[in-house]
Structure formats: C-alpha cells, structure tokens
C-alpha cells in the first residue's frame, strides 16, 4: 500500500498568520489532487497538480508539486477564520477514472 | 450548479440489519464511486462502477456490500447485515470521462451510519 502522510496532523494557528502543510509519499504520483472537508460534508476539490514543479494558486492558497512529483505542499497566506477545515491530499494511479487513494489529512483551525 | 445528492443524511440501525444508502449523482457523469470515513480516519476508497458493473472494489467490500444503478439517477450502497464497524460517514461520488492521467470525482454531502 502506497501512503501518503501528511503533515502536521493538527494546526492552529491566529488570522492573520500564514502557514504551510505538507503531502508526502515514497513513489512517484502522476497527478496530486488537493481536497478541503469541512464537518458533516464531503470533500471539495481544491486543486489538481500533475507536472513536476508545478504551481498553482488559488486566491491566497498555493500549491506546489515537487519536482520529483512525490510531494506536494499547500501554503495559505493571511489565513482567515473561513480557512478552517480538514485538507487532504489525494492520488490516482494513472488511468482514466481510478480510486482515490487519500492522506492522512491536516485539521486547520484559525483563530479569529 | 450540478450536485452529488445522498439520502438519508443519517442512519441508524440495529446490527444485523440491512441499510441502503442513497445517491443521485451528477447527471451527465458516467463513473460513481463510493467511499467511507471512520470517525477520526481518512477517508477510504470501497467500490467503483460504470457501465453497470464494478470497475474494482476494496478489501472493505465484502460479500455484505453490494451496488446497483436501479434507474436513470439513482445508484446505492446496500449493506445486508450491518456490523458495529459498519458505523462511518459514506460518501458517494461521481465523474465525467476526465483526462488520461485524472479525473475529478465530486462528492456529494454523505450519510452518517450509526449501527447500535
């Protein structure tokens, strides 16, 4: 089985901060998908990235693939209370239409 | 904008009962997936269907679980004789064709099993 850890498993932090979390796994993804779950509802996609080194920014939220497409980060600038949630990372193998394989998840609060 | 629907939004039963769980996924997608997430665990893949059959199930998807498209939009997750370690979120999610590398699943609200 092929994890993908994340971390910090928590966080809490104050408006206003920035922070950073993480999505790592041994083997190579072809593509990363990033997910934001908030309590009582299923996961939102967020972002997809698929080449290696890529960037993708999403208002204050920016993704970043590793190079070696084994990891991958999300930073939130300016975090605001409405940021608060549970983020996971997800892989697919690379065929149309497979599973997703979901990390272990950072639980986010900001504290207004 | 188009949406996974599930019904009920929480379910409680007997153990040994049998539950169904309800989706309609988004009309035009052609891939429905459910999955699971034990409080405090991430979330789990359990089965994949198109074409009116299992594309792959997991090792959860025993002999007690079961899958069906009955019409048009609907498509369920029956569980004949529910176990105490049956009690999760279940979330149903669907796709379009996508690309060859991914494809985007959008998940629709879930339904909350409790098994007592």
């Known amino acids: 089985t092929q994890l993908l850890e994340q971390s910090p498993q928590f966080l809490s932090i104050q408006e206003g901060e920035n922070l950073t979390v993480y999505c790592n796994s041994s083997?190579?993804?072809?593509?990363l998908q990033w997910y934001r779950q908030e309590p009582g509802e299923g996961p939102v996609l967020l972002v997809t990235v698929v080449t290696g080194g890529e960037v993708k920014k999403l208002k204050r939220l920016t993704f970043q693939f590793g190079d070696a497409r084994k990891d991958s980060s999300l930073h939130i600038t300016a975090a605001q209370p409405g940021d608060t949630g549970l983020y996971l990372c997800a892989r697919q193998r690379p065929y149309p239409n497979e599973k997703l394989t979901f990390g272990t998840g950072t639980r986010l609060t900001i504290i207004p | 904008e188009p949406e996974v629907t599930q019904t009920p939004s929480h379910q409680v039963t007997q153990m040994g009962q049998e539950v169904i769980l309800r989706c309609v996924p988004i009309s035009n997608h052609l891939y429905f997936y459910w999955y699971r997430q034990i409080l405090g665990q991430k979330v789990e893949f359990l089965v994949s269907?198109?074409?009116?059959?299992?594309?792959?199930k997991s090792e959860i998807f025993d002999d007690q679980f079961s899958v069906e498209r009955p019409d048009g939009s609907n498509f369920t997750l029956k569980i004949r004789s529910t176990k105490l370690e049956d009690s999760a979120m279940y979330f149903c999610?669907?796709?379009?064709?996508?690309?060859?590398?991914?494809?985007?699943?959008?998940f629709g609200p879930g339904t909350r099993l409790t098994v007592l």
């Open positions: 999610a669907s796709s379009d064709s996508g690309t060859l590398l991914y494809n985007e699943q959008f």
């Open positions: 269907f198109y074409n009116n059959e299992i594309s792959e």
């Open positions: 083997s190579v993804f072809s593509s």
